[in-house]
């Protein structure tokens, strides 16, 4: 047997390896974040007297209609809605035992093992336009038409900390600007949108201190921390959707700021939105540069929220990054359990890091 024939031999039993490893280790992972759900329903009610709403389920009452097109209700003010599309990845994650097993079918179905009836013609079967209404989004909704503004107290699993919870407005986001030293007016704007897990410290604490001052003295530079990220609000009662991240920026930057006419830098998620922005303000956009945008080409056919996250997702235990944000994008509650651990207590975990590390 030649090296090229051990090689591939390697290959095909590492792979098998990982496909079967992955199947044991994300089955447990699914019985493990439906116990979890379980646990932080009671802790919920138990230290808040309330139950807290979660994306891992949809009861029956809070669907509609089954659609691949999924909307929000989302509150314009006390008394108006606003219908807007959103993902489905929210919360259409089915588990790793029943997504094995419809691939075990398919596959057998492709090799003509089995046989699979219809049990409705296709020529019958007839478009629809229809709406669905997840049961979170229901109980986020009720009692606010007419009612004044909530402003949701601190979960008792978030940071009490006043960097991670900011007691302001939950509409007005933190913004790092830069003006000219010499007190001068500059001449344009530009603002920075950082991308996922990330802050405005991402521009600041890089690109910013790069800068010469022939720059500096000509722009004015606004970096600013994205809803539910850095020094931002985090609202519970948000979906963190693409229009509530626009309308933030436009009133936290643009009027704040009085900004009539910018250039836009983005990264990752960011682009995202800066290209909503420029959709938004084409005439007041005058430049826009992104970095690592988020695309990834559809086949035809495929449904396209779905495709991407098993692409980004797919749940393999290797390479560890890979499992890493496996258990982030489809666990909800694995997830909250990570950030309760890291993120409530990141200030121990900083002066950890900086001891480690003799504080470089």
């Not at 994300?26 to 230290?47: G, R």
């Not at 314009?76 to 599309?85: G, N, R, Y």
């Not at 959707?241 to 936290?252: A, C, G």
Request: aromatic share 10%; proline share 6%; net charge positive.
């Amino acid at each position: 047997m030649g090296s090229g024939a051990v090689r591939t031999a390697l290959v095909v039993a590492g792979r098998v390896a990982n496909d079967v490893l992955s199947f044991v280790v994300f089955t447990l992972l699914d019985v493990v974040d439906v116990l979890l759900c379980f646990f932080y329903k009671l802790a919920d009610y138990a230290l808040e007297a309330q139950w807290k709403p979660c994306y891992c389920s949809s009861s029956p009452g809070g669907i509609i209609s089954g659609s691949s097109k999924i909307f929000v209700l989302s509150m314009i003010s006390s008394t108006k809605l606003h219908l807007e599309d959103i993902s489905d990845t929210l919360y259409s994650r089915p588990s790793f035992l029943s997504e094995a097993s419809k691939t075990v079918l398919d596959e057998l179905r492709r090799r003509k093992l089995i046989r699979w009836r219809r049990s409705t013609p296709p020529s019958s079967v007839t478009a629809a336009t229809t709406v669905t209404v997840n049961s979170t989004i229901i109980q986020m909704l009720q009692g606010k038409i007419g009612s004044k503004k909530s402003h949701p107290v601190r979960s008792w699993s978030d940071c009490p900390c006043d960097c991670c919870s900011p007691s302001g407005s939950r509409d007005v986001l933190f913004v790092h600007a830069e003006c000219p030293k010499d007190g001068s007016m500059a001449e344009e704007d530009v603002l920075f949108i950082h991308g996922f897990i990330s802050s405005s410290a991402f521009w600041t604490e890089t690109v910013f201190p790069n800068f010469g001052d022939e720059a500096r003295a000509r722009y004015r530079l606004l970096a600013v921390d994205l809803l539910g990220f850095g020094k931002s609000p985090k609202p519970v009662d948000s979906l963190y959707t693409l229009r509530e991240h626009v309308e933030t920026i436009e009133k936290s930057v643009l009027e704040c700021y009085n900004v009539k006419s910018f250039h836009l830098v983005a990264h990752s998620l960011g682009s995202l939105l800066a290209l909503a922005l420029a959709v938004k303000h084409p005439g007041a956009v005058k430049s826009l540069t992104i970095l690592a945008p988020p695309y990834f080409p559809v086949p035809k056919g495929e449904q396209g929220t779905q495709y991407v996250l098993r692409r980004v997702a797919p749940r393999r235990v290797w390479p560890p990054i890979t499992f890493g944000s496996s258990v982030i994008c489809w666990y909800e509650h694995i997830s909250r359990t990570v950030c309760l651990i890291l993120c409530k207590h990141h200030r121990l975990w900083e002066r950890v890091f900086k001891l480690a590390t003799r504080n470089r």
